[in-house]
């Protein structure tokens, strides 16, 4: 509740007496004139006429002032506070000595006139106290008294007169002064009351004015701007930026739209909480907001993505914008004991050259932040024509995926892993295949689309039914070479909840022994949160089931994250194998001496050439995996493999 303090509501009263006062003013003064002029030169008393003729003077004198009171009141700056309580000292202050002018008169007079002026003048004095009683009811002193000064002392005058008409009419002068008090009273409280109230009317007024102000601004807060971080939101961004796109068609002006998605900032928040995150988003829109002028439109898009736009901008202009936002984004972010670093890849798209609406094109940004990101982070993307078409290209086997298990387009094939003295096969590896109407497209380009687009849970469940159940038919098939079977498994699934229950139904669908089932996993697990991982592969391992960490030396892991790990086995990866002539040798050798003190099986996948196998043979790798022993087989083919490379 916002309240008027008590002094503004007191100088709203005074103002607003002063106003009715001054507001009767004029006809008051006019009337005053007249009377004292018919008065005067209406009756010619001829021993004091002079005298009269002075009173007269002063009286109009006294008018003459009181009028230009009444303008400059009535002219004053109506906008400007000014003070009621003077003015309407000022305006009492006239009306009293005017009163007490017309006392002064009638006690002077009253000895020398005539019955008929007497009378007359007791009419005047009587219809002008009379008048006051409403006319000055804005003060209620001035009001009450006016009567009693300039009757009470002609009256009592006239009473101690030794003429029996002259005390009647003092008699009546008197009681008419006080029914004029009385009267003037009343109209005086009832004027008080009317002032008070409106006044509290207009506060209300105010009052609910400023509520209403108040709920507008909050109602603005909660649907156009994100709470965080005080930018527009998505909506309110969306409304601003089709507004924009309108005005720029109109007077053909070139937009370059932004799409700021910050790099490290999930590290962030998984390490240091989220409310080092949430401060981490506050600061970078602070900072973000230092670009801002009338020209841009700068939001927070979700999570840790910003959009900003930039109207006139040019190609060039865009990207030199972008890179002065990075670099102001990497600058370090200070909280208490913490020295933070992040940064930011941006994505930019142009309107009208990309696209003439707005949310394509902030997908066409998003497109090309998430592209630059993958080839290079921390730095600049400019949507082109080869993006959209790689857009066009994962939107399409996205829907296609979606439907792959459903229309039977997805079967495994399996690759043999032989023994690499003996080449008896050890192993199955269970490699997806995806016939796409017609089109195999290949694993890495569509499993990646599967873990992005969230169907990669179902996707791999289906993986390890499938290969649950062809090694249980292969192991019944054949009795002496017991073949395991290895299931490629990302990430995400890894991350799921429900997977070791996933694994479990898998394994007892196809009634297969867990030591027959080896999960391989990717370095990039240690990128992602080591605790859950952990877990994960500690429980797949006390089921009995084997873990293998696929594509060893491709990305980054820490020799300390590997001993913690305690997988069962390494497969290094391919790009190693083709280097076997240059620096790969000595990579395979650290690696193997490292796999022999953690007790590590090694695989060497990618073998295509006998002296490969050799070589490797050689160096006390225990497995190996190519094309030199065989392509990834159909399961049909798989039974037949296994009796033909045990005989
Ligand atoms: P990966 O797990 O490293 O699988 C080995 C890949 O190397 C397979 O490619 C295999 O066909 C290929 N390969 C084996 N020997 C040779 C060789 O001598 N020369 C050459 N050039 N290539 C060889 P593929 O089947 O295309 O699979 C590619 C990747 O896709 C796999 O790499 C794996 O990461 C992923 N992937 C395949 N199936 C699945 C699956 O069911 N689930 C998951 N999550 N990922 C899968
Ligand atoms: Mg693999
Ligand atoms: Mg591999």
């Known amino acids: 509740m916002i309240a008027e303090d008590p002094p503004q509501q007191a100088a709203y009263y005074h103002q607003d007496s002063a106003d009715l006062l001054y507001g009767n003013a004029k006809a008051g003064i006019l009337v005053t004139l007249f009377a004292s002029s018919l008065l005067v030169f209406g009756f010619n008393t001829v021993e004091i006429q002079v005298q009269k003729y002075i009173w007269w003077a002063g009286m109009s004198l006294l008018m003459l002032v009181r009028m230009i009171d009444v303008y400059r009141w009535d002219r004053r700056d109506k906008d400007q506070d000014c003070d009621g309580k003077k003015a309407v000292m000022r305006f009492i202050s006239g009306a009293?000595?005017?009163?007490?002018?017309?006392?002064?008169?009638?006690?002077?007079?009253?000895?020398?006139?005539?019955?008929?002026?007497?009378?007359?003048?007791?009419?005047?004095?009587?219809?002008?106290?009379?008048?006051?009683?409403?006319?000055?009811?804005?003060?209620?002193?001035?009001?009450?008294?006016?009567?009693?000064?300039?009757?009470?002392?002609?009256?009592?005058?006239?009473?101690l007169s030794f003429e029996q008409y002259q005390q009647i009419l003092g008699l009546l002068g008197l009681a008419f002064s006080v029914v004029m008090m009385i009267t003037a009273k009343k109209s005086a409280d009832f004027t008080r009351n009317a002032i008070r109230l409106k006044n509290e009317n207009a506060l209300l007024v105010n009052q609910m004015e400023q509520k209403v102000a108040q709920r507008t601004a909050k109602i603005y807060q909660l649907s156009n701007l994100d709470p965080l971080t005080g930018l527009?939101?998505?909506?309110?961004?969306?409304?601003?930026?089709?507004?924009?796109?309108?005005?720029?068609?109109?007077?053909?002006?070139?937009?370059?739209?932004?799409?700021?998605?910050?790099?490290?900032?999930?590290?962030?928040?998984?390490?240091?909480?989220?409310?080092?995150g949430d401060k981490v988003l506050k600061q970078t829109a602070k900072r973000l907001e230092q670009f801002r002028d009338e020209q841009h439109l700068l939001c927070r898009w979700g999570g840790d993505e910003f959009l900003i736009t930039f109207m006139g901008a040019d190609q060039d202009m865009a990207v030199n914008y972008a890179n002065t936002i990075i670099n102001k984004i990497s600058e370090y972010y200070d909280f208490e004991s913490n020295r933070l670093s992040i940064g930011a890849t941006v994505g930019i798209a142009l309107y009208p050259k990309h696209s003439t609406k707005a949310d394509e094109l902030i997908q066409l940004a998003d497109t090309a932040m998430y592209y630059q990101k993958k080839s290079s982070p921390r730095s600049v993307g400019l949507f082109n024509k080869e993006m959209r078409q790689r857009l066009f290209r994962e939107q399409k086997l996205k829907i296609g995926?979606?439907?792959?298990?459903?229309?039977?387009?997805?079967?495994?094939?399996?690759?043999?892993?032989?023994?690499?003295?003996?080449?008896?096969?050890?192993?199955?590896?269970?490699l997806l295949r995806w016939d796409f109407d017609g089109e195999n497209v290949p694993p890495d380009e569509f499993i990646s689309?599967?873990?992005?687009?969230?169907?990669?849970?179902s996707i791999g469940n289906w993986v390890l039914q499938q290969s649950?159940?062809?090694?249980?038919?292969?192991?019944?098939?054949?009795?002496?070479?017991?073949?395991?079977?290895?299931?490629?498994?990302?990430?995400?699934?890894?991350?799921?909840?429900?997977?070791?229950?996933?694994?479990?139904?898998?394994?007892?669908?196809?009634?297969?022994?867990?030591?027959?089932?080896?999960?391989?996993?990717?370095?990039?697990?240690f990128s992602n949160d080591k605790e859950t991982m952990f877990h994960r592969i500690k429980e797949l391992q006390s089921m009995g089931i084997k873990v293998s960490i696929d594509d060893f030396g491709t990305e980054y892991s820490s020799l300390s994250v590997i001993q913690d790990l305690a997988a069962d086995t390494i497969k290094i990866d391919r790009s190693f194998i083709n280097k076997l002539n240059t620096n790969g040798m000595a990579i395979i050798k650290a690696v193997k001496q490292m796999a022999s003190t953690l007790n590590y099986d090694m695989i060497a996948e990618g073998i295509e050439t006998q002296q490969q196998a050799e070589i490797l043979s050689e160096l006390g790798i225990e497995m190996l995996q190519g094309y030199y022993f065989a392509k990834p087989l159909e399961l049909s083919k798989v039974k037949s493999y296994i009796n033909h490379h045990s005989s």
């Open 449 to 457: 689309i599967a873990e992005q687009y969230g169907l990669i849970n």
């Open 401 to 430: 995926l979606a439907e792959a298990i459903d229309k039977q387009q997805l079967r495994m094939v399996y690759q043999p892993i032989v023994q690499s003295v003996s080449h008896q096969v050890v192993a199955f590896e269970a």
């Open 468 to 525: 649950c159940i062809a090694a249980a038919e292969w192991l019944d098939a054949c009795k002496n070479n017991q073949p395991s079977v290895s299931v490629n498994v990302s990430v995400l699934q890894l991350h799921n909840s429900n997977f070791i229950e996933f694994v479990e139904s898998a394994l007892g669908a196809a009634q297969l022994d867990a030591e027959k089932l080896t999960i391989e996993i990717t370095e990039s697990i």
């Open 232 to 276: 527009f939101n998505r909506s309110a961004f969306m409304h601003h930026l089709q507004e924009q796109l309108k005005l720029s068609e109109k007077n053909g002006i070139p937009i370059a739209l932004l799409f700021i998605d910050l790099d490290g900032f999930k590290k962030i928040n998984d390490t240091l909480g989220h409310e080092t």
């Open 96 to 159: 009293l000595i005017s009163g007490i002018m017309w006392c002064a008169y009638c006690l002077y007079v009253f000895s020398y006139a005539n019955s008929t002026e007497l009378a007359c003048m007791i009419i005047v004095v009587s219809a002008l106290a009379g008048g006051a009683a409403t006319v000055l009811a804005a003060h209620r002193f001035t009001a009450m008294s006016y009567a009693l000064i300039m009757l009470g002392p002609f009256s009592i005058g006239m009473l």
